[in-house]
């Protein structure tokens, strides 16, 4: 009889939205500290604030464009961008977020989506 896989003990390969926030920057350093493969999109002039060894990937978090171009070679896909102070007023923010998401995981099959 074969061993059930361990997912939690595979290396993978993550790409994350909002790397630079609060949960960004502690979930990059404890997946790196696992040992995975990160990188992060993050705005211009946000570098500096992603965790040591951690590549960046310049882009706006509501453009589907800026995150489909770096999915590949990705086997994760963590959106942890939010909105400021969230309020019913600013449904379209949210609807932003949430359609640059899913657009850029479409048609994506082996890709684990997650967002928070």
Same mark, same amino acid.
């Given at each position: 009889?074969?061993?059930?896989?361990?997912?939690?003990?595979?290396?993978?390969?993550?790409?994350?939205? $909002?790397? %630079?926030?609060?949960?960004?920057?502690? +979930? !990059? $350093?404890?997946?790196?500290? &696992?040992?995975?493969?990160?990188?992060?999109?993050? &705005?211009?002039?946000?570098?500096?604030?992603?965790?040591?060894?951690?590549? $960046?990937?310049?882009? @706006?978090?509501?453009?589907? @464009?800026? !995150?489909?171009?770096?999915?590949?070679?990705? @086997? %994760?896909?963590?959106? +942890?961008?939010?909105?400021?102070?969230?309020?019913?007023?600013?449904?379209?923010?949210?609807?932003? !977020?949430? &359609? $640059?998401?899913?657009?850029?995981?479409?048609?994506?099959?082996?890709?684990?989506?997650?967002?928070?």
């Amino acid at each position: 009889m074969t061993e059930p896989r361990r997912l939690a003990q595979d290396k993978h390969s993550v790409f994350v939205t $909002a790397g %630079t926030g609060f949960m960004g920057r502690l +979930l !990059i $350093a404890s997946l790196l500290g &696992r040992g995975h493969q990160v990188k992060a999109l993050v &705005r211009e002039g946000s570098q500096h604030k992603l965790p040591a060894g951690t590549p $960046a990937a310049v882009g @706006d978090p509501l453009s589907a @464009d800026s !995150i489909v171009s770096h999915l590949v070679p990705a @086997d %994760t896909f963590l959106q +942890l961008v939010g909105v400021a102070q969230p309020n019913p007023s600013k449904v379209g923010e949210f609807r932003a !977020i949430d &359609r $640059a998401a899913g657009y850029a995981g479409a048609g994506n099959e082996g890709l684990h989506r997650c967002a928070l």
